[in-house]
């Protein structure tokens, strides 16, 4: 148990891409969803990922945010990967390494392509000193994390194109990253209408970087058999956040609602 414990992102991944299952890698901005991530993998002996886009990293705080990570970790007796999710520019991803975060998304999606792939490689060269995996980013993964089902239904076609395999094989072989976040359907969010992913598209984007760890962005709102689906694609990594939200916000107004509340 203390050899897995101590395993770091780069064998999880690798693993995970052998055996061909994939790690939840959950969002989280406070002690009660950090908890409650961490005690639910601790019940289903799993590893888990606790991420943080940029504004929860700045409501929480960086180095606070290691610092809960690795206790819960010890209390709970189960790997912990902390990753920063959607990282703006290069500074912030310098600091999350140099604070001991294990993984790094940089998304240089909406910089122009040069950018990107300039900012990646330097990224990848500071993480992979301390043995940190980089995920990549350059086809902006549209919608937002946030509950969007009393909204219009949801039309993709407005959003940026989806990913070409051939694009992502190059901009993996410019900037050396580990992960790919590629963009075949998985909008940020909950829709009232069903999210759908290109699965044939998934597994040509796979075919096109064989050895590349694959994500999921948008896993929200996903059906179970397309998650299933995604896995047997290649995903190893799928990440989730507006139905954590929804879930706090739904039980707090529950609570606060109680009659001996007030
Ligand atoms: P959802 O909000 O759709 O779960 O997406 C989360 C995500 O991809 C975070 O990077």
Redesign the pocket.
Known sequence: LRLIYKMKAFEWLKRAQAEKFAIGAF?GASMETFRAIVQAAAKLKSPVII?A?HSEVEFFGMTEMVAVVRALEKDFKVPVILNL??APDLESCLRAIEVGFDYIHFDGSKMPYEKNVRVAKMVVTAAHVRRIPVEGEMDH?G?S?ADHRGEEALDVSHLAAFTDPENARLFVLETGIDTFAGFFGNV???YGGQKNIDLDLLKRIKESIPTKFLSL?????IPGDQIKAAIKEGIVKI?????LRVAYAEELKKTLNQPNQK
């Open positions: 969002n991420e886009s999710d959607h993964i919608g994390s940020h969010g909950l962005h948008g896993g929200s709102g990440n989730v956040n507006s139905e």
